[in-house]
């Protein structure tokens, strides 16, 4: 195997932090490790996709060397995300190496997910220093959840989520939020959460890729929620960020904390701290927009020294926000590219 960098010390401020054109200073990193999922979730992907040639697909040493570019240049969070990134073979060997960068400009390694494999693969999250992770769930219902991930089986995220909490891991459980599906489950999504002490953060569906469905129809800006539950329980708000695009209020009946992530009605990417990384090393620095730096490319051309030169050109190129409308003239989806190539 070739060796792409020797060890060296990476701890300590960032000699030269990433800050694009507008000011804004990227100390997030989100990687995407496969654009494959064993479920089919109906905002996220079609029932037939084609997926990106495994060929493609970085190495753990390449995920690794860009990782540690990017905590060399500042990043201090970074989220495992895909597709599903438990079902990428041998993940736990990427998330140990990983794990090796905390406390050593790293501050945070989490994930993303599904939580259908979690349940064999909690007690070693942990034990690589993960923290706490999303895990997403849009209903309580089995049908219904089958009905929204086509394929999946409730029970198997269940026991994913029991396994991680049992090995001391913190739960957020993400729930998109849509119209005529899950809307009449938010409050009792809010009493399961917070019952077991998890947050819940309630996501505004995005138009990403062709996925079957009429987002149209299916859309609901959160304010309407966020209102309806205001009218029942006492929302507290919280000026505790975790560095992502939530918003946070405390539901004083409950005890928990209640987020609200507002894309299209409320955008936040004035305050974006973010770029992307997919499973094929493409560097995207909007989940909305086509900009992007190949660092495949870069890495296998140039060799690890070649990513700083690729960072700062990434740092040109980040757009100021998205540009998504979702309504009856905008049907289409804002990009061709779905959700989980980019990672969500
Ligand atoms: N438009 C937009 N949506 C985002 C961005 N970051 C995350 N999201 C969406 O927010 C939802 C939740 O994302 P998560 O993977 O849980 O990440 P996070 O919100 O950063 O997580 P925390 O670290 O817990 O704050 C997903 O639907 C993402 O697509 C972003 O930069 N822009
Ligand atoms: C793309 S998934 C990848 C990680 C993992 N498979 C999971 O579902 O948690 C990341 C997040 O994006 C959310 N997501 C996917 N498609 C979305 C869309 N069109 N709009 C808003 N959120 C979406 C999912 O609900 C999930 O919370
Ligand atoms: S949201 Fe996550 S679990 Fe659902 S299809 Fe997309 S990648 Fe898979
Ligand atoms: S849409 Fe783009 S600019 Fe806006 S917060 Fe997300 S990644 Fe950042």
Same mark, same amino acid.
């Given at each position: ?11 300590? @401020? ?10 804004r200073?990227?100390? !997030? ?10 479920f089919?979730?109906v !905002? ?27 905590? @060399? ?29 905390l ?39 089995? @049908? ?27 739960? +957020? ?44 129809d299916q ?27 939530a918003r ?30 997919? @499973?094929?090393?493409?560097? !995207?620095m ?20 070649a ?10 190129? +980040? ?26």
């Amino acid at each position: 195997m070739t060796v792409l960098f020797q060890s060296a010390d990476i701890d300590g @401020a960032a000699t030269r932090p990433l800050v694009d054109r507008f000011g804004r200073t990227i100390s !997030y990193l989100r990687v995407s490790v496969t654009d494959r999922c064993d479920f089919r979730c109906v !905002y996220c992907m079609s029932e037939h996709m084609t997926f990106l040639p495994k060929k493609d697909v970085l190495s753990f040493e390449e995920i690794d060397a860009i990782v540690r570019a990017f905590v @060399a240049r500042g990043v201090r969070k970074v989220r495992l995300t895909g597709g599903e990134p438990l079902v990428r073979r041998d993940i736990m060997e990427l998330v140990r190496k990983l794990g090796g960068y905390l406390g050593k400009g790293l501050e945070e390694l989490t994930l993303t997910t599904n939580g259908s494999q979690l349940a064999r693969h909690a007690e070693g999250l942990a034990a690589a220093g993960v923290r706490r992770l999303n895990v997403s769930l849009d209903t309580l219902d089995p @049908a219904r959840f089958a009905e929204i991930t086509r394929r999946g089986r409730i029970e198997d995220v269940l026991a994913g989520l029991e396994a991680a909490q049992q090995a001391g891991l913190a739960i +957020k459980i993400n729930m998109v939020a849509m119209r005529g599906v899950n809307d009449d489950e938010i409050e009792p999504m809010l009493h399961w959460a917070h019952g077991r002490g998890c947050g819940l953060t309630l996501i505004e569906g995005m138009p990403l890729g062709e996925v079957g469905v009429d987002r149209v129809d299916q859309y609901l800006p959160l304010k309407e929620l966020r209102d309806r539950l205001a009218a029942r329980y006492t929302l507290t708000r919280l000026n505790q960020t975790t560095g992502g695009p939530a918003r946070y209020v405390r539901v004083e009946e409950t005890g928990g904390v209640l987020g609200f992530i507002t894309p299209m009605s409320h955008n936040f990417c004035e305050s974006c701290n973010r770029v992307r990384l997919t @499973a094929t090393g493409q560097l !995207y620095m909007c989940l909305g927009q086509e900009d992007m730096v190949d660092l495949r490319v870069a890495l296998r051309e140039g060799g690890v020294g070649a990513l700083d030169g690729a960072l700062d050109r990434a740092m040109l190129l +980040k757009p100021k926000g998205h540009d998504f409308v979702l309504d009856r003239s905008h049907a289409e989806p804002a990009l061709t590219r779905h959700m989980s190539v980019t990672g969500g």
